[in-house]
């Protein structure tokens, strides 16, 4: 499989889960053998070192890359306060910035999202921006340093499929970045139609953390992936308005 570039590292898996919502934390370890990802987001104020309690940290094997995720953040100076934090914590310099000021939609925030991202670039960190699919935010973004763009598929949780798909479409075509499909992401076809247009990985936690096989569904989001995107690089065939016979009649109609 052909390797997705962030950064500096080369991911040979498409697929990101995240950590919120599983009915046990024990299973982590085995839904991401089953998932295949290289790339785990935990919320940072999940991640308690001090704590004598468990920590998600507990649940995450050592080589795979953290995403810790700014969720919580209502402004950028927030998003930017707990990237730090994750950063002296040892969680590494990936960052997903999350800034969501609205509590019925959770919608991210763009503008605060595009201050934060400046910071943190500047900063050294791998920023990969929760966003809403705009094109001028987008740019704005690359501009700021993201690494990646994370345009949200639906609303965080509500497993609706690709609402945004037109929009996402724009920015995959127009964005010179790794495009990422983030949240909303309910079934493996959902998954598979996002990377069949082209976008560079999905990321994927509640569809996974509450079905009711999580390490099972972990394995049927990887193949869904890997098959989304093999069908991207074959080239899917082109949408007709009108019927076209398979089997060509031509000859048969001369007869
Ligand atoms: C875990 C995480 O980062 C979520 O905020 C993310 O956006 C995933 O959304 P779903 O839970 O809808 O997959």
């Known amino acids: ?44 104020r999940r991640v308690d070192l001090k704590s ?21 953040a209502r402004n950028a100076d927030e998003a930017v306060r707990i990237a730090r934090l994750a950063k002296a914590m040892g969680c590494g310099n990936w960052i ?28 050294g960190f791998v920023v990969l921006p929760y966003m809403s699919p ?15 763009v994370m345009p949200l598929g639906a609303p965080i949780g509500t497993n ?19 495009v990422i499909v983030d949240a909303g992401i309910g079934k493996p076809s959902h998954a598979a139609e996002a990377m069949e247009i082209g976008a560079d990985a999905v990321l994927v936690n509640t569809a996974i953390a509450t079905a009711g096989d999580p390490i ?11 098959a989304g995107r093999i069908a991207y690089l074959s080239k899917t065939a082109p949408e007709k308005e009108f019927a076209e016979a398979s089997s060509p009649l031509t000859g048969f109609l001369n007869k």
Do not use: C, H, W
Not at 96 to 103: L, Q, R, T, Y
Not at 219 to 224: E, H
């Open 96 to 123: 997903k910035i999350e800034v969501i000021s609205d509590n019925k939609y959770l919608l991210p925030d763009n503008y605060e999202t595009i201050k934060a991202t400046e910071t943190l670039a500047k900063e």
């Open 160 to 178: 609706r499929g690709l609402e945004t798909k037109e929009l996402i479409r724009i920015l995959i075509d127009e964005i010179n970045l790794p």
């Open 216 to 226: 099972n569904m972990g394995k049927a989001f990887n193949l869904s992936v890997k």
């Open 134 to 148: 705009d094109l001028m935010a987008a740019k704005n973004l690359v501009n700021a340093g993201a690494a990646a």
């Open 52 to 72: 004598k309690e468990e920590n998600i940290l507990d649940y995450i094997p050592k080589d795979y890359i953290l995403l810790p995720n700014t969720s919580g």
């Open 1 to 44: 499989m052909d390797k997705l570039i962030i950064g500096d590292v080369e991911l040979d898996n498409r697929l990101f889960i995240g950590t919120g919502k599983f009915p046990n934390k024990k299973i982590i370890p085995d839904v991401i053998k089953s998932s295949e990802s290289k790339v785990i987001t935990m919320a940072l």
